[in-house]
């Protein structure tokens, strides 16, 4: 059974769901791209996953600050406004009848390719953009058991070839890493920086609670995690210690704590490391606080 940060509780409303392509709306079982697409064909295209609660969507200008960010990256022209991408979320939200408790996922790719090509001179359209807005709880228990990570062998990469902070299609390398964690009995993978250093996870960020301090890694191969970053204002705004350092497997395995951030599932602590326990292998008081220190940042944040 799949057990992980992305475990979501079961909405038979997602059945229904009317999904956005490029302004106009379409069924779950009809909503289709072209295979000449590029994100289909190379995996070009660029992402964000926010979260709608109480009809506000949480740190919107931060995500999309991100998304901006990574389009210019790649070289692609969303050819919106970030308030005309903002509005279409909303019109996809209205269209659906959604109001909190959802999980919005922006998917921008390069267009459509006149043949199978990586080259971006042969794209014979606009930028395709794909807003799937679903009815997701994150199930609290997967949160309260907490998850195994084994420390996979493929590291995250240097920035100089594909940078680990591009939130792009291509995630071969991080499902590679899952995979492997699966196959040797974890939930999901630990993954080391080219320095052996730890980095990250493959679809989260990592930290530990070490001497009664917050560690997490230096961000220098890991993605620019919007929840990450909250966290690590969250310890600043509770006067909590929080390095942004590196550090081993050496000083990870004897952590008092360690949990993992996302925007779906928050803050979800790991009770095991390659095979071994950390801590007292649940939820810790630490992890606990930050999770809900995190919560009032996003109350403050749909109150605004």
């Known amino acids: 059974m799949t057990h992980g940060t992305h475990n979501a509780l079961p909405d038979s409303r997602n059945a ?12 779950r079982n009809e909503a289709k791209i ?60 209205n269209v659906n009848n959604m109001q909190d408790n959802v999980h919005i996922r922006v998917m921008i790719t390069r267009g459509i390719k006149k043949t199978p090509s990586q080259d971006p001179r042969l794209t014979i359209s606009g930028p395709n953009i ?15 058991k907490g998850i ?3 420390t996979s062998t493929f590291r995250r990469g240097s920035p100089d070839y ?27 993978a630990l993954m080391l920086d080219i320095n052996g250093f730890v980095s990250t996870c493959n679809a989260t960020n990592f930290f530990i609670v070490k001497n009664n301090e917050i560690w997490t890694s230096t961000g220098d191969y890991c993605m620019n995690g919007i929840t990450r970053g909250k966290v690590i204002e969250a310890c600043s705004k509770n ?10 497997l050496y000083d990870t395995y004897s952590a008092q704590e ?3 951030t996302g925007t779906f599932g928050g803050l979800t602590p790991v009770t095991h490391i390659d095979g071994k326990q950390i801590g007292e ?17 996003i109350t403050e944040n749909i109150n605004d």
């Open 258 to 260: 360690a949990f993992v």
């Open 281 to 297: 292998g649940k939820l810790g008081s630490m992890t606990s606080n930050l999770s809900t220190f995190y919560e009032s940042l």
């Open 34 to 93: 072209s295979v000449f697409d590029s994100g289909y064909l190379v995996g070009d295209g660029v992402w964000e996953g926010v979260r709608l609660y109480k009809g506000k969507l949480a740190f919107i200008e931060e995500h999309l600050e991100r998304l901006w960010i990574a389009a210019k990256a790649t070289g692609i022209s969303i050819g919106l406004t970030k308030k005309e991408l903002t509005d279409q979320i909303h019109s996809t939200l």
């Open 16 to 27: 229904d769901i009317k999904i956005c392509i490029n302004g106009s709306f379409y069924n």
């Open 162 to 188: 594909l940078d680990p902070k591009l939130n792009c299609h291509s995630k071969l390398h991080e499902v590679q890493a899952l995979i492997q964690a699966i196959e040797a009995g974890a939930d999901e």
């Open 148 to 150: 195994k990570l084994f």
């Open 130 to 144: 794909v807003i799937i807005a679903e009815h997701k709880i994150a199930s609290i228990e997967s949160k309260n």
């Open 239 to 248: 006067n909590i210690i929080c390095h942004q350092k590196n550090f081993s």
